[in-house]
């Protein structure tokens, strides 16, 4: 006998339904009992469970939903383990792996090569192609015979022969064969290649080292006044004394090769810099400069000033000089100078009094801009040594600060302290050096219009002709989120944008709030989409399986006040996702210190931006940002912008500020720098 499960409907219960729904509900009630009276003939007694199971599942949904809780409940656990296991790692730092010099071998340059025939390299009189072809033609065709007499068999006509003149160069080219000399790969290649298609000598004049070589030997031994490594181009002259004549001519030939091989090494150096970028970190996004040296050096060779001429492959633009500049100052400045120093741990708001204020007006005295001593000169020379925080020098500080792009608000901290203590000398000489090395990195002109974005000094900045910059302070990556060194070229502003989350994001912050909440983002704001478009739950994504690559979905974050992006983006498609943007955290601007965002942009006045970069004005971009709805508009024309990364880099009046090294860059160029010299050395 089986027995009905609690609640099961009884074949005499009474209905409230019609004849239709009572007859419906008993057929059904038959069909499960005979099931149920079936499963013991069919399996075996211990399933007579399992059919109960089945029919408290049919017919218990509290049951059922208590299951699905617990399946839920295990699977949330699966998740929180597994999320322990998952993470996107940001870009590294390597080991940088130097350009190397390699042997060039310059043997293929000892022959003198026309047409199909290696001759000697010496005088001599030859008998030209056009010679033999009449020949041949007088011998297969007899009318060509004068006077209808016989041709003469095997018998060219006469001709006067072609004196081949050589050149110095020439003569001297059996010098070369088995020469070889240390070189990097491509300097070698220009070398051999420009040799080939211009067969003369540049630095040697019958016999001897010519004034163009002193010239440009001379240029190479000022190197450093370029941020480059005099030793990394010098060449001895050749001692001739007492040297017979092949030891003469081999002394003059390596050393025209050597020479020219030293002015092509400065060249790329100073084109492209000695480092590659982009192997310092996967931060670094800057393809290395294609250098013609082949033209380089002819170009040298036909310079009426070579030492010009030289000096003109290094960046040619205000920024670069002002960097020169500095550089030179720096060097004739006193090294032994008297550093001003200020207790690190002062701390000074406005009416407190410290025995450091004589050191921080001393700092200030020395520091300040002409303007700001003139602004403030009552209040310097009333002051008389005393540690009360007054007032009139709590103007003079803020004043202090606006020109160092700090808070100007009168309070003395270590920020303020550092700029008022400023850097060694040695320090500020490395900065600029490194700021020149950079600069190398990107286009020699940098565009009338555009958009150049400093991460040290938090500042981003619009340039066009004619109008003053439009200077304002940025956000940037945090430490662990570094925005990345690059440029691209700006082509959309996008009003009320939506923000799609980066994969990064997704693992690294998102999914451990999923493995606690699988609803999260559909009540935090977020639209969860699959590759193909359809919206889904994000409590039905298997986010193991997004983490692990195993499973594509999308994330977006909807428009509205509490969007990361805030009102608009410039966005300038870059395969680092980063962007210009707005904030609704407007409160950082007011930092000193801006390095906290997960990698782009964040910008202190983004409307202003966009009016820039679109040639409109603010109040149209206000307009297009009230219409509430997510669009875009074009940037029409050029412009470029570089998210770069200077500690040190003039200003628009040619004065070079120094920035604290955010991401420890300076320390990783400088590495990289030293590796260079050990393998060139």
């Not at 080292?209 to 050749?238: F, I, T, W």
């Not at 007032?391 to 004043?399: M, N, R, S, T």
Request: net charge negative.
């Amino acid at each position: 006998m089986v027995r009905l499960p609690k609640g099961f409907p009884h074949l005499d219960t009474p209905f409230s339904g019609g004849p239709s729904a009572r007859y419906v509900t008993r057929r059904l009630a038959c069909s499960v009992l005979a099931l149920s009276l079936a499963l013991p003939v069919v399996t075996a007694m211990p399933d007579t469970a399992n059919a109960q199971g089945f029919l408290q599942r049919l017919f218990n949904p509290d049951g059922n939903r208590l299951r699905e809780k617990q399946l839920r409940e295990q699977e949330t656990t699966k998740l929180r383990e597994k999320v322990r296991t998952v993470h996107v790692s940001a870009p590294k730092y390597f080991t940088y792996k130097p350009d190397r010099p390699v042997a060039i071998d310059l043997s293929s340059l000892s022959k003198l090569t026309t047409a199909a025939i290696d001759k000697p390299a010496v005088d001599e009189t030859v008998i030209s192609d056009a010679t033999a072809n009449s020949a041949a033609t007088s011998a297969d065709d007899p009318s060509a015979a004068a006077d209808g007499a016989a041709p003469a068999v095997n018998q060219a006509p006469s001709v006067e022969p072609v004196t081949v003149q050589l050149s110095e160069f020439d003569k001297a080219r059996s010098a070369l064969e088995g020469v070889q000399i240390r070189a990097l790969k491509e300097v070698g290649e220009g070398l051999i290649g420009f040799y080939r298609e211009h067969p003369n000598f540049v630095w040697i004049d019958e016999g001897a080292v010519n004034s163009r070589a002193d010239a440009v030997m001379g240029g190479l031994a000022q190197a450093d006044a370029y941020g480059l490594d005099p030793q990394d181009y010098q060449v001895e002259k050749p001692l001739l004394v007492g040297l017979d004549d092949a030891a003469r001519a081999n002394a003059l030939m390596t050393f025209e090769m050597s020479l020219s091989a030293a002015v092509l090494t400065y060249v790329l150096d100073a084109e492209r810099g000695r480092v590659a970028a982009d192997r310092i970190s996967g931060y670094h996004d800057l393809p290395r400069h294609e250098i013609d040296l082949v033209a380089a050096l002819n170009g040298l060779a036909g310079a009426d000033n070579v030492l010009a001429q030289l000096v003109s492959y290094q960046p040619d633009n205000a920024q670069f000089q002002a960097l020169a500049a500095e550089l030179a100052r720096l060097r004739a400045q006193d090294a032994a100078e008297d550093q001003i120093v200020i207790a690190p741990n002062t701390f000074l708001r406005p009416g407190m009094s410290s025995p450091e204020l004589k050191n921080i007006l001393a700092a200030v005295r020395k520091d300040g801009s002409p303007e700001l001593l003139d602004k403030h000169a009552d209040a310097i020379l009333a002051y008389q040594g005393d540690e009360l925080y007054t007032p009139e020098l709590v103007a003079l500080v803020k004043g202090f600060q606006k020109e160092n792009s700090l808070s100007a608000d009168g309070v003395i901290g270590k920020n303020t302290i550092r700029a008022m203590v400023g850097e060694t000398n040695a320090a500020k000489i490395s900065k600029v050096e490194l700021a020149m090395e950079r600069l190398r990195w990107l286009p020699e002109a940098l565009g009338d219009r555009r958009v150049f974005i400093n991460q040290p000094a938090f500042t981003a900045t619009y340039y066009e002709p004619g109008t003053t910059p439009l200077s304002m302070r940025v956000v940037v990556g945090k430490k662990s989120n570094q925005t990345n060194f690059f440029y691209d070229t700006i082509e959309v502003v996008e009003y009320n944008p939506y923000w799609g989350v980066p994969y990064s994001i997704i693992v690294n912050e998102m999914l451990p709030k999923l493995a606690n909440d699988p609803s999260y983002l559909d009540r935090a704001g977020y639209e969860v989409s699959t590759v193909g478009g359809r919206k889904v739950s994000s409590a039905s994504v298997d986010w193991y399986a997004v983490a692990s690559k195993k499973q594509s979905i999308n994330v977006r974050q909807y428009p509205g006040p509490q969007n990361a992006l805030g009102e608009l983006k410039i966005l300038f498609p870059n395969k680092h996702h980063i962007y210009m943007h707005d904030t609704p955290s407007k409160s950082l601007f007011k930092r000193d210190a801006r390095a906290l965002s997960h990698g782009c942009v964040r910008l202190q006045d983004p409307r202003a931006m966009a009016a820039a970069v679109l040639g409109k004005s603010r109040e149209y971009v206000s307009g297009q940002v009230a219409q509430g709805q997510n669009h875009q508009d074009k940037v029409a024309g050029n412009i470029p912008v570089y998210v770069s990364y200077f500690t040190a880099w003039p200003d628009d009046n040619g004065k070079v500020d120094f920035f604290n090294d955010v991401y420890d860059r300076d320390l990783k160029l400088s590495e990289a720098i030293k590796a260079t010299d050990d393998v060139r050395g």
